[in-house]
């Protein structure tokens, strides 16, 4: 077929037509646009003088609430770190010991008051590789700033249970290793040895002993060593929960400055650099600086909470069915294949502190497992005004024992009411049921007949329950035995 010149520029000419890109758009070369920050000024294109100031507070304020996730662990081990010097004048290479089990006083993220803590906090960029001189009977770990696993003590640790001397070797270290240590190489300067000591035939004094033979020195000193101090806290209250607002960030600026910049954190000091928190620099911010940090801190905070109490992790529940939850969702190292774990370790960091091996490992009869709720069987918030059962079945699969603690869930502390009384065990003298179950009742009012076996809640106040297994026995994991959820009553 023949077409003429004129009629082929006309096809080509519709063709192009059909294919160009207008030459305007006005909805985004002039005028306003819509977005989900509210109307955007443009002109020719670019954004004007005061959308592109309120595009950078938006920026830094979406990076700030980022980074307060990013912080949790390494706030928590700083808040905890100058509650222990602040409250109860424990400095580095000091052992703290509750020398009883511990109440609602001390504010500590999920402490609990069935077994006996002890807690050394060490400054390997001060003193070099470090001694820690453990002694049989002391179980834990010791974890560096960001709660990763640096050794256990125990059974899961090279001790195997029987003590030892362990040295800790700071980030930069390269010497060698003298012989009749185990060495465990930190990635940070600071670093927390959290021991515990289970209670036997109710003698609380052998459990406390046991811990204050806790040694620390550094290396250097191991010909002579110097005594170690060990607190005994007694009573006296603490309060080790990272603040709230703006003084977060203050805590985070003296983690940043004191460790070392790992590969995996780089963008993180990127985002918090143009809100003056810079490495090796004064944190000096303007009033801008300040407002954005402030209000990420109040937003940071609800995200973070919402990661660890309504998490949308595929490993999270525990039991399918009802909403008990795992505490620890992620891997001790923090790492999973293509990725490092930012979500599952604040959904454990929000709300706990320390983080072992122990406490996921599924071997029988040995270590810890954790299970929490924050919402009875509708679905529904527990709540501190209203009543609550829960029914634990017999034959609960626990070696040693089980406990239920309640928490208050803004501190993530053990309740503070006025029985100081934040939870039940097997250890306690409660009421049972005919066939071995035992109920556990919670809210503002004690049942009538069942007083021991009863935790007093606060109305206003939200709450939830952690229940633990020590010595968890093969019906736990194999789940034939199963915690339901927690019921309200009326």
Not at 302 to 330: D, F, K
Request: proline content about 7%; hydrophobic content about 40%.
């Amino acid at each position: 077929m023949h077409f003429k010149p004129l009629a082929i520029v006309c096809v080509v000419s519709v063709v192009l037509s059909a294919c160009a890109v207008p030459s305007s758009d006005t909805s985004q070369m002039d005028g306003q646009l819509q977005t989900r920050i509210g109307n955007i000024g443009i002109q020719n294109g670019y954004p004007d003088n005061d959308a592109v100031r309120r595009l950078y507070d938006e920026m830094d304020f979406q990076r700030a609430c980022q980074a307060y996730i990013w912080a949790t662990p390494a706030v928590a081990m700083e808040a905890l770190r100058r509650a222990n010097r602040r409250d109860w004048d424990v400095d580095y290479n000091t052992v703290s010991v509750v020398d009883n089990y511990t109440t609602p006083a001390v504010k500590a993220l999920t402490g609990n008051n069935t077994t006996i803590y002890a807690a050394v906090f060490i400054d390997l960029n001060r003193d070099g590789p470090v001694v820690v001189d453990s002694p049989a009977g002391a179980y834990g770990v010791i974890d560096d700033a960001w709660q990763r696993p640096v050794v256990e003590m125990g059974p899961f640790g090279p001790d195997k249970g029987k003590g030892g001397k362990f040295l800790l070797l700071p980030p930069a270290f390269n010497g060698t290793v003298p012989a009749g240590y185990l060495a465990a190489h930190s990635k940070t300067n600071l670093v927390m040895y959290l021991a515990r000591a289970f209670v036997r035939d109710n003698d609380v004094k052998a459990a406390v002993n046991t811990l204050t033979e806790i040694r620390v020195y550094p290396l250097a000193r191991a010909s002579n060593p110097p005594p170690t101090r060990v607190a005994r806290a007694g009573t006296r209250p603490l309060d080790s929960i990272a603040p709230r607002g703006f003084e977060y960030w203050e805590l985070l600026e003296s983690v940043i400055d004191r460790e070392p910049v790992e590969p995996r954190d780089r963008f993180f000091y990127a985002m918090l650099k143009p809100l003056g928190i810079e490495k090796g620099k004064p944190f000096e911010p303007d009033a801008r600086q300040k407002q954005i940090l402030t209000e990420a801190a109040q937003v940071g905070f609800l995200m973070a909470q919402t990661l660890s109490m309504a998490p949308r992790l595929a490993n999270a529940s525990s039991y399918p069915g009802t909403h008990w939850e795992w505490v620890l969702t992620l891997n001790p190292d923090q790492e999973a294949a293509n990725y490092s774990q930012l979500d599952e370790r604040t959904d454990y960091t929000f709300e706990a502190i320390t983080i072992a091996e122990g406490m996921v490992k599924p071997i029988v009869g040995v270590g810890s497992q954790y299970m929490s709720t924050a919402k009875d069987n509708d679905g529904r918030w527990l709540d501190g005004g209203k009543q609550y059962i829960l029914h634990v079945p017999a034959n609960v699969p626990a070696k040693e024992f089980w406990a239920v603690t309640v928490y208050d869930n803004l501190t993530r502390s053990m309740v503070v009411t006025d029985t100081m009384k934040a939870g039940v065990s097997s250890k306690d003298k409660l009421q049972m049921e005919a066939d071995g179950s035992v109920d556990i009742y919670f809210g503002p009012q004690a049942p009538a007949a069942v007083r021991s076996n009863w935790v007093k809640t606060l109305p206003g106040q939200g709450w939830f329950a952690y229940f633990r297994w020590y010595g968890p026995t093969q019906p736990f994991f194999d789940k034939t035995w199963a915690l339901p959820d927690i019921v309200e009553s009326h």
